[in-house]
């Protein structure tokens, strides 16, 4: 199993907390009262759970997302392949702290995760090609490069076949861009 010596990453005004089996009923009670906690609380519950490969690692890290304090979203880090050391993120911020920088503000955390503590080589990311929000949140984030668009790669909210931007960031770039000792681990509630 795929274990971990922190609970929390802090990096300025962001920080993420792993979200397990234990804290999981305290997360979702935090994600009540908002004017989107229906689509916030259902994507809790099947994107940011932890999950387990056949051999114990885990392949799902998800977190809850504070800025300054305030519960802003939620930011995941998942791994695609463990023999190729591939990753992905995503993210969901709260409607009323959208434009406040959360998600891409989230990626350094997540890049420190995915390539200094698990060794990946690649951590993907995408969004439809009508999401002009996650668009900008993407391309706002230092390192993430666009690879192409993938024809009617999944299903929209509608239940139509839409394309997909993709994009990456490899371990070289994340080397060159950004400093590990920026990360700080906090390894209690």
């Known amino acids: 199993m795929t274990s971990l010596p922190f609970c929390a990453l802090r990096r300025g005004p ?5 979200i397990n089996a234990d804290n999981f009923p ?3 009670r935090m994600f009540t009262g908002f004017t989107d906690s229906a689509y916030m609380l259902r994507e809790m ?6 999950k387990y490969d056949t051999s114990g690692r885990r392949i799902l890290f998800g977190f809850y997302a504070m800025l300054d304090g305030e519960l802003a979203g939620g930011s995941l880090l998942g791994i695609s392949d463990w023999d190729n050391l591939h990753g992905f993120t ?7 702290m959208r434009g406040r920088g959360v ?3 989230s990626k350094p955390h997540l890049f420190y995760l995915g390539f200094h503590r698990l060794g990946l080589n690649r951590i993907e990311t995408g969004c439809f090609v009508s999401n002009k929000a996650s668009r900008r949140s993407i391309e706002k984030t230092p390192g993430f490069v666009y690879e192409g ?3 009617r790669f999944s299903r929209n909210e509608q239940g139509e076949f839409e394309d997909e ?3 990456a960031i490899l371990r070289e770039d994340w080397v060159k861009l950004y400093n590990p000792t920026e990360i700080e681990e906090i390894d209690s509630w």
């Open 45 to 50: 519950d099947t994107s940011y759970l932890p």
């Open 14 to 18: 962001i920080t993420l907390h792993l």
């Open 149 to 151: 668009t993938l024809r």
């Open 90 to 96: 995503g993210a969901d911020t709260l409607l009323h």
């Open 26 to 28: 305290d997360v979702r």
């Open 103 to 105: 998600a891409p503000g």
């Open 165 to 167: 931007r993709r994009y």
